[in-house]
């Protein structure tokens, strides 16, 4: 699919299908429109009027216009109120014309939407997202499928003449989302911490990147007791990935993005049972995703930030060298860990990542974690829990993710909290009481966090959708890439 940024008017593009955006209440045909609707012998002011299109958020309407017309079909998609324009309201109107361009079997697309906020730029970036992220599909794991080939094929970008660049830039963006989705789709026997160390590497291959595999003897020697305590049940051989860009010339600041990586949950010995959603815990991998999607977007961008892309990939599962619950493990910080609960496991695994990413010495340090099902009882399947003490790398988040529609709520660190992680033989238990789950989860992390201003992400309820909406299909989202990406480029 390509995507062109195109100098011809509205009323004067031919092809398949042409899409035209229009605001709530302002369905008017003057100017160009009412040369449109002459054009099309009336057509467009008939659709409006049988459908009763008044330009109102989330509706649309298609029609096919006669078999002369230099364009197909018409596909009108309504903005909402003119003044309540949000960026993401045309990632979604153009996710929704994608979509109906391919119910209609158009090859080729014309797309007039209205710029957002005078920029261009971001405007062209919204909508190739939408296109892309809408029509993106998955049949790695199916034997046949009945849509494999795509038939769109153009996808014009009315107005935006010039926008190459922003075109450009949104695809290596995609390119990072589609990547953290495939990983978190993968099931736990496609994507192992072996395949996600290779992926790594293979990203590091094709974009330059600095690649670090620890093995599970280097883990040792640097102290890993909390993540390697989590692996040691596992057949497959934990790997700690470090993936590093590094622009050239003196780097404008330091990042560290730590994604937690665990490819198949089972809750280890406190197994999770059955309508615990166990056959999903190959989603636990989905901060490492985000992270190495991350990776495959700024690798292409190539922006003036160094960053480290860190995940302590493992499995947790059952066997005869299972952690007992109540074993006590040390993190690589020397703090001692009582494991009262073997199912809090990301958050030891997180620890040694983040004692480890905390010595890099780089500005700030973000992870992204499937950590706790509390958060998503506190903020449902769409909102990613945000813990911070840094207002500075809080608020950089919360504007990164502004416009991207994913959407992040600011949790608080309720230090008083940390009485419930009090243990009677180590420095800490790994699980509090089920109440307020997911802010003892952020505060267990905090443990191993010295200097470096710090934000946790817990992205259990995003990173999956049961149902297809917006630009996401339905299964894996790739939540977090894009905010990643802003917030490192900003
Ligand atoms: N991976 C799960 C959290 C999770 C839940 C991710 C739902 C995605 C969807 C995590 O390791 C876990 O098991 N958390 C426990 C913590 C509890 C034992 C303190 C939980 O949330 O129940
Ligand atoms: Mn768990
Ligand atoms: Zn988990």
């Given at each position: 699919m390509e995507f062109r940024a195109s100098d011809t008017p509205r009323l004067d593009w031919s092809g398949d299908g042409l899409a035209i955006g229009f605001f709530e209440d302002t369905v008017e045909l003057t100017g160009d429109l009412a040369d449109l609707d002459q054009k099309f012998s009336g057509v467009l002011q008939e659709l409006i009027a049988e459908t009763e299109?008044?330009?109102?958020?989330n509706t649309n309407a298609a029609t096919r216009i006669g078999s002369?017309?230099?364009?197909r079909k018409l596909i009108l998609v309504g903005l909402g109120k003119a003044e309540e324009l949000e960026l993401n309201t045309l990632r979604l109107a153009a996710a929704a014309i994608a979509r109906l361009a391919k119910k209609e079997k158009c090859k080729s697309l014309g797309i007039s939407l209205p710029v957002w906020q005078n920029n261009p730029d971001a405007t062209t970036g919204a909508i190739v997202e939408g296109v892309e992220l809408a029509l993106y599909q998955d049949h790695?794991?199916?034997?046949?499928?009945?849509?494999?080939?795509?038939?769109?094929e153009q996808v014009d970008l009315i107005g935006?003449?010039?926008?190459e660049a922003a075109i450009d830039r949104a695809k290596k963006i995609t390119s990072g989302v589609k990547l953290a989705r495939e990983l978190v789709a993968a099931p736990a026997n496609a994507v192992t911490p072996i395949t996600l160390a290779e992926t790594a590497e293979n990203l590091a291959k094709e974009y330059g990147l600095n690649v670090e595999i620890l093995e599970k003897e280097d883990c040792e020697k640097l102290g890993m007791g909390a993540f390697l305590g989590v692996a040691q049940a596992s057949d497959l051989p934990p790997k700690f990935i470090h993936l590093t860009y590094k622009p050239?010339?003196?780097?404008?600041k330091k990042l560290a993005i730590i994604g937690k990586g665990?490819?198949?949950?089972?809750?280890?010995?406190n197994i999770k049972g059955a309508g615990?959603?166990?056959?999903?815990?190959?989603?636990?991998?989905g901060g490492a995703a985000a992270t190495f999607g991350a990776a495959k977007a700024i690798a292409q961008l190539k922006p003036d930030v160094e960053v480290h892309f860190i995940s302590a990939a493992t499995e947790n599962m059952i066997s005869g060298r299972a952690i007992h619950p109540g074993d006590v493990l040390k993190a690589s910080n020397g703090k001692t860990i009582?494991?009262?609960?073997?199912?809090?496991?990301g958050r030891l695994t997180l620890a040694d990542a983040l004692v480890f990413a905390d010595?890099?010495?780089?500005?700030a340090i973000v992870d992204l974690a499937t950590l706790t099902g509390a958060c998503v009882v506190a903020l449902g399947d769409d909102i990613a829990g945000l813990w911070s003490l840094d207002d500075n790398v809080a608020n950089q988040l919360l504007a990164a993710a502004q416009t991207t529609g994913e959407k992040i709520w600011r949790m608080p660190m309720?230090?008083?909290?940390?009485?419930?992680?009090?243990s009677i033989v180590a420095d800490m238990k790994n699980t509090g009481p089920r109440a307020g789950g997911s802010i003892t989860a952020a505060l267990f992390l905090k443990?191993?966090?010295?200097?470096t201003p710090w934000a946790h992400l817990d992205v259990a309820g995003p990173v999956w959708t049961e149902k297809e909406s917006g630009y996401n299909?339905?299964?894996?989202?790739?939540?977090g890439v894009r905010t990643l990406v802003n917030w490192v480029l900003s």
């Open positions: 299109f008044k330009g109102k958020l002369n017309s230099p364009v790695r794991f199916k034997s046949e499928s009945e849509d494999k080939v795509l038939l769109l935006l003449a010039g926008q050239v010339g003196t780097p404008r665990l490819t198949f949950d089972s809750g280890g010995l615990s959603g166990i056959e999903m815990m190959k989603i636990d991998m009582e494991v009262n609960n073997t199912d809090a496991e010595k890099l010495g780089v500005d309720e230090e008083k909290y940390f009485d419930g992680l009090k443990q191993f966090v010295k200097e299909n339905a299964g894996a989202t790739g939540y």
